[in-house]
Every structure is written in structure tokens, then in C-alpha cells.
């Protein structure tokens, strides 16, 4: 993003505080940032749908609420996380060489009252943004001071409670916030989820903006029993409820304890930004996706389990300075992280009791990242910023099959482009283009033999590159209208997924993803602001194969529409609704899925200073669609021993309301 300033007045449209994407804030059409005055006024069923907030991102459940969501964009299906980098305060989210899934993002552990702003990028060229950033990457900031202390009481259908108390304080020149959050819910599952909820914060802050440091605690534990997907042949037969499930033993626990720092530093010449991070993370899932396929006696069900450590540091310096007359600046920056993971296991289980060991590891993996780009403001209508990174790693895995037990240095360049022109009445337009990456699963980069079937295997690219380039403009033409639009494309040199549920990774061919994005931000009057992003997205193999060239669960059409009251009198509110479009199940297209379109209200009347009631309605219209939609082969009792294709899906919930009632002291 550019610091410099630009020449010749700007017109910039102030939208009601929600988003901070004016004209000459951003290196392209698809950056912006969404703050603290939208996230509060939008209900969110679960809070990974904080990322919903990032215009194109899908974001839905297949398998409980305690685990990580599933999200799509840009023409993916970005699994639990995969190609699309999270962090939260400078700390990165996504989980590599994970029990379950690579780039695993959980964000279960947020307190959505919390968070300040979510700062978005899209595509791979920004020379600060690495591994899993292919299809964009969010950046959420917490915030260092509360306007009021608050207390929340949250109850729904389903025996959903929720309990918030959160404050700052001022204290030793500096403020104290402090949150803790408990939750339950059961869901409308016929087997409960029992999903409990502990997370508590204690952040202190001190300093000016220009001159801030903040040092941030964060606890989380979850537990839950799963409402995981089912095949629809059950469902039609009659044989199965469509909120039901066919294991009722299914579920998980898990924590997460971090401690970071951040600062930064700010001078008229220069600006100094630093973090650093410890984490400790568990997790034990157990999932039965295919039933009696692989053993038509005790079940398919597995138990994935491990316990990591994660370090890592992020620094970067910035010069301000000129190129002749012309405004400069020069950007260089150090990213390290190191994981360390023991247990990394899959088991064969029976309702949670483990019948053998599939495979066992001790995994070390560490990355160091370092970046640069360079600013240039040549005239008053054109500026450049170029960039590259280059990202070295080390894979080192200890397996109980010894053969599978190796270490593997890898290494890759990333240039990165961007070209702003104007602007000229209100409108920017941007040229964009780069080169990304996304790392696989250290256990696949050393294997020789899968791990159930015990057959040879080969290694799989350590890290993956992606090419992408993007056309786009953003304009503030209209009064109180603020749009932008992006042309892009995408290669990825691999589709390599890691598959926690086998414990191998599967090679896929090579793909190529375009599309086109269209996002409006409107004021209607001080009180009414409207929303309305648009996407189309085209997802192909690369590689012709007899199997077909569609990239199953590659999102293809993604709308939202939204209309947020502030403050009409003791009134506010908000109304979302979201279309997510169909998208093919197998390589062929000849299984899809369904579109879905669900909508969501908040109602919020305050009552004095003090208090606020508000009514939260969920799938506002009552529609049966399903969350998410996979086509594979599973087996039920008295089937035959090599199963049957079928789609198997996680239903949406059904209208529920959760009511809050809120207090400021």
C-alpha cells in the first residue's frame, strides 16, 4: 500500500466508517479494508464468517462447529484453508503439515467484538504476503482500546448461550483490554453438537499511533461431537433424518494458547514495524466420511491428532525518500517461522477407541521469507510498485515407517508488479501481476510408501508456484458510490493436496482460474448503507485427461447483497443475504452441486445509554440448501464391499433466532 502522498486534489468518499478504501489507499482493485463499524452491525452465524466480510470469500461447515470452516474463492475450493493466508495481530493462522488439512484455518478462537479491522488482498502480487496467499491473504487487527466496557447475553434455538464481558482499562501510560468468552450450542443436529466454547484475551498497548507497542494473550478450548456430511441416498430412502447422522461418535477437541508482541515506529523518513509469535496448538478429530468402504466391520471412522508448536518473527523497514523530484520509498522485510509438530498421528478407530496406527510422526518444518519492493510516484497520474520475495524452507520428518522418514530443502522467487494510473476524476486504474506459492504438507515431500496401503509412493513438490495478473479499477465517481472491478487470472503449476483422512497427498494436474469481480459500496443517506459484490470465476485443468478438465468444487458464481441501518433513532439493523453458485463434483461436470442463497437480519432497538436488545435471524427464509456438496464413493450396511458414488453433503441450518442483550459500563 502506498505511503506516499498523491498530487492534485482527491475526492474520497468516508463510508460511514465501515471500509477504508478510498481512492489512492490501495495497490489494486481487489485491496481494501473493512472495520470495527460493519463487523459490529452484520450477524455471523460462526466466526470464521468474519472472512465473508472479504467481498467474493465463501465461507460454510461440513463437520462441526468446533472445526475449522470450509472457503472458497476465486475459483476454488480452498479446503479448510489452503491458498488463502489468515492471520490475526501479524500471527499466521494457517496451519501447515496439519493432522487434518494443509493451511487448516481455525478461527473458532476469535472474539468477533475484537476485532478492529480486516485488511484483504487478492491474488499473488505483494511482495509482504507469501505461502498460502495464491487467491489473497486477511489480515485482522485487534483493537487496543474499547469506546465502553461490555457486557453480552446471547441465547438461540438449539440451546445456544453465549457470554461476553470485555473492558480496557487505562494503565502504566498505556490501556489494558480484557475479554473473556464462554458459548454452547447444540445446533439442530439429532445427535447435539455440544459445542463448548472457552476463550479469554488480555491485551496491553501503549504509545502513540506513530510510536506503539502492544503485547497480546490469547486461550481458546473447544470441544464438540460433529454433524458431518451424509450421502443422499440415505437421506431420499428415508433411512436417514437430513439433520441426522450415520456416526454419532464423530467430533473433536482442541486449544490454542498464543502470546505476540507488535510495534511500530514512525518517523517523517522512516517506519520500523515489527511481531512475533508463540503458539501452542492441539487437536484430536475423529471423522467417518465413508462409513463401512475400507472396513465393512468396524468402520472407517479416524482418529487425527497433533500437538504443535509454532515460533516466528516478522520484521520490516521502510525509507521514505525522493528519485530526483520524484516521491520514493523502499520497503525490506524478514519473515521466520518455525513448526514444530509431535505428535502428528492417523489412527484406524471404533467410536473413539483406536483399533490400529496408520501412522505416526514427529515433523519439523521451518521458512524464512524475505521481501522487498520499491514505490515510485513518477508523475501525478502514475505510480509503480515493483517487489520480489524469496522463501527458503527445510522439511524434517521423523515417521514410524521408516522409509517415509526424511529432510528436504526447498527454495523459490517470487517478482512482483504493480502499475496505479490516475487518478482522474475519482477513478484509479490498476495493472497488477506476480508470482506465488503455497507450500505442501512436509509429509508428502518425504514419502515413499502410503501410509494405509503401504504402496510406493512418490514425493510431491515441496512448494507449488502460481503465476496471476489483474486488470482493474476503482472509482468514486458518483457521489456517496464507491466500486471497483477486476479482470484476473491464475496458473498453479499443481492441484497437490494433502488428505488428512488418508494421510497421504495426492498429485494432481496443473490449473488455470480466471474471472471477474465487480464490488459497490453506497450511501444512501447517513443512516443506510447498501452492498453488492458480484464474482465469476472459470476453474480448468491445465492437462488434458480422459477423467475430464473441471476442478471439482471449484467455485464459479458468488454474489452478496447487504443493507446496513445505523442509528435511526434507537433503531439499527442489517440485512445480508449471499449466493453461492453451483459447482461441478467430478472432473466430467456430470455430478454438481446445487446453488444456495441464504439471508441473514439483525434487528438492534437501544434503550437508553445503557442497553441494546437485539434479534438475530438466521437463513431468514427458511431455505433446505445445503452448505456444501461432495461426490464420492462410501458404503452403508449391505452394500456392495466396493461402495457407491454418490453426492454426500451438510445441510444448512434451518431458521433460528438468537436474541442479545447487551450493556455498556
Request: overall charge neutral; proline content about 5%; cysteine-free.
Amino acid at each position: 500500500m502506498l505511503d506516499l502522498p498523491i498530487e492534485g486534489p482527491v475526492a474520497t468518499v468516508q463510508v460511514q466508517a465501515h471500509y477504508d478504501n478510498s481512492v489512492g489507499t490501495s495497490d489494486a482493485a481487489s485491496q481494501g479494508v473493512v472495520t470495527a463499524a460493519l463487523i459490529a452491525n452484520r450477524p455471523a452465524l460462526r466466526p470464521g464468517e468474519l472472512l465473508e466480510f472479504v467481498p467474493g470469500v465463501i465461507v460454510t461447515q461440513h463437520s462441526g462447529d468446533g472445526k475449522a470452516n470450509q472457503y472458497f474463492l476465486r475459483g476454488f475450493n480452498l479446503d479448510h484453508g489452503t491458498d488463502f493466508a489468515t492471520y490475526v495481530d501479524g500471527m499466521p493462522i494457517n496451519m501447515r503439515t496439519h493432522a487434518h488439512g494443509q493451511g487448516y484455518t481455525d478461527l473458532n478462537f476469535l472474539i468477533p467484538e475484537l476485532v478492529d479491522r480486516i485488511s484483504y488482498k487478492k491474488g499473488a502480487y505483494y511482495a509482504d504476503e507469501g505461502d498460502f496467499a495464491s487467491a489473497g491473504a486477511a489480515r485482522m487487527a485487534l483493537a487496543n482500546k474499547l469506546k465502553d466496557g461490555t457486557a453480552t447475553l446471547t441465547a438461540g434455538e438449539g440451546q445456544y448461550l453465549r457470554g461476553l464481558v470485555a473492558n480496557s482499562t487505562p494503565l502504566a501510560g498505556g490501556n489494558l483490554l480484557y475479554a473473556l468468552e464462554l458459548a454452547h450450542n447444540n445446533g439442530p443436529w439429532q445427535v447435539p453438537e455440544s459445542f463448548r466454547k472457552q476463550a479469554g484475551v488480555l491485551r496491553y498497548s501503549a504509545g502513540p499511533k506513530d510510536d506503539q507497542y502492544s503485547v497480546t494473550a490469547m486461550a481458546y478450548k473447544g470441544a464438540w461431537y460433529a454433524s458431518s456430511q451424509i450421502p443422499q441416498r440415505a437421506v431420499d430412502s428415508g433411512d436417514l433424518d437430513p439433520y441426522g447422522t450415520l456416526d454419532p461418535t464423530d467430533g473433536g477437541v482442541t486449544s490454542r494458547y498464543s502470546l505476540s508482541f507488535g510495534m511500530n515506529k514512525h518517523s517523517a523518513d522512516s517506519q520500523f514495524q515489527a511481531s512475533a509469535y508463540a503458539v501452542r496448538s492441539a487437536l484430536t478429530l475423529y471423522n467417518n466420511f465413508t462409513y463401512f468402504l475400507d472396513d465393512p466391520v468396524n468402520g472407517d471412522q479416524s482418529r487425527q491428532t497433533e500437538r504443535r508448536k509454532m515460533l516466528g518473527f516478522d520484521v520490516s523497514q521502510t525509507w521514505f525518500g525522493k528519485l530526483g523530484e520524484r516521491d520514493m520509498s523502499n520497503r525490506i522485510g524478514l519473515q521466520v517461522r518455525h513448526d514444530g509438530i509431535a505428535p502428528l498421528a492417523l489412527y484406524s478407530t471404533v467410536r473413539q477407541q483406536i483399533l490400529r496406527t496408520i501412522t505416526e510422526s514427529a515433523v519439523k518444518e521451518g521458512s524464512a521469507g524475505l521481501w522487498l519492493d520499491n514505490t515510485v510516484q513518477w508523475t501525478p497520474w502514475l505510480r509503480t510498485v515493483a517487489g520480489a520475495r524469496y522463501d527458503s524452507y527445510r522439511f524434517d520428518v521423523a515417521s514410524d515407517i521408516a522409509e517415509n522418514s526424511g529432510k528436504v530443502n526447498a527454495h523459490i522467487a517470487s517478482p512482483k508488479l504493480a502499475v496505479v494510473l490516475g487518478p482522474w476524476k475519482q477513478t484509479e486504474f490498476f495493472l497488477n501481476a506476480g508470482s506465488g506459492f503455497h507450500s505442501n504438507d512436509a509429509r508428502g515431500t518425504t514419502v515413499h510408501l502410503t501410509p494405509k496401503e503401504r504402496e510406493p509412493a512418490e514425493p510431491v513438490t515441496p512448494l507449488v508456484r502460481t503465476r496471476g495478473s489483474e486488470v482493474g479499477l476503482r472509482t468514486e465517481l458518483v457521489p456517496g458510490l464507491q466500486s471497483s472491478l477486476a479482470l484476473w487470472r491464475l496458473r498453479s503449476a499443481s492441484e497437490l493436496v494433502f488428505s488428512g483422512d488418508a494421510g497421504d497427498t495426492s498429485a494432481s494436474r496443473g490449473s488455470k482460474r480466471s474471472g471477474v469481480e465487480l464490488n459497490n459500496h453506497y450511501i444512501a443517506s447517513n443512516w443506510l448503507l447498501f452492498d453488492l459484490d458480484l464474482a465469476y470465476s472459470r476453474a480448468r485443468y491445465t492437462e488434458r485427461d480422459e477423467a475430464g478438465d473441471y476442478i471439482p468444487g471449484a467455485v464459479g458464481k458468488v454474489a452478496s447483497f447487504g443493507a446496513t441501518i445505523t442509528e435511526l433513532g434507537p433503531w439499527s439493523g442489517a440485512f445480508q443475504m449471499r449466493y453461492f453458485g453451483p459447482r461441478p463434483l467430478i472432473e466430467d461436470n456430470s455430478k454438481r452441486s446445487a446453488s444456495s442463497a441464504i439471508a441473514y437480519l439483525r434487528t438492534s432497538y437501544r434503550i437508553g445509554r445503557r442497553w441494546q436488545l437485539s434479534l438475530d435471524v438466521f437463513n431468514l427464509f427458511g431455505r433446505k440448501i445445503n452448505d456444501i456438496d461432495y461426490y464420492y464413493d462410501s458404503r452403508l450396511p449391505g452394500e456392495p464391499a466396493e461402495g457407491v458414488g454418490d453426492i454426500h453433503y451438510h445441510p444448512a441450518e434451518p431458521r433460528s433466532y438468537r436474541l442479545t442483550l447487551r450493556t455498556t459500563f
